[in-house]
């Protein structure tokens, strides 16, 4: 059996993607029939069948994919996900790592009045692999698609303290 790029996907995550999946079935040539055939019979077929929906499930979410953002105490990173490399904006706390940047609200107002020992810098680095593969590991990592607005708050910050 082929192991999936990325991960099958858990039965809670597959219930919204049902339309979805009955799709996916006809298009692989899988009638209503044999599917119920095949979850009664070969379970081993059912799950390699899984594992392709969900790795098409994951393509197509990571292809559009442009920001993932990563929180904690003491702080916050912010991807930019360009075809070729990440470009990444961080705020960290060098001291106060009881800085819970999980806080959206705190992260505005650190950023807009930053305390003694808030750190911003920026990085790039190209991708060792795939790039929808990098940008899942971050999400599996605890990392979270999101828009530009903090990776501009963030970058203009590091502009107006350069």
Not at 80 to 99: F, G, K, M
Request: include cysteine; aromatic fraction near 10%; charged fraction near 25%.
């Amino acid at each position: 059996m082929k192991l999936p790029k990325y991960r099958k996907l858990t039965t809670e995550e597959l219930l919204p993607l049902e339309k979805e999946f009955v799709e996916f079935l006809v298009v692989s040539g899988i009638t209503a029939d044999e599917w119920i055939k095949l979850k009664e019979q070969d379970l081993d077929r059912t799950d390699e069948i899984i594992s392709l929906f969900s790795d098409v499930v994951f393509e197509s979410i990571l292809i559009k994919t442009k920001y993932l953002e990563v929180r904690g105490v003491g702080f916050v990173y912010v991807y930019q996900c360009l075809p070729e490399h990440l470009v990444l904006v961080a705020l960290e706390s060098e001291n106060d790592t009881e800085l819970d940047f999980s806080n959206p609200s705190l992260v505005q107002d650190l950023v807009n009045m930053p305390p003694k020992g808030l750190k911003i810098y920026t990085n790039s680095k190209k991708y060792a692999g795939s790039r929808e593969v990098e940008l899942f590991k971050i999400l599996e990592s605890g990392g979270v698609i999101t828009n530009d607005k903090l990776f501009i708050t963030l970058s203009l910050a590091l502009a107006a303290n350069n």
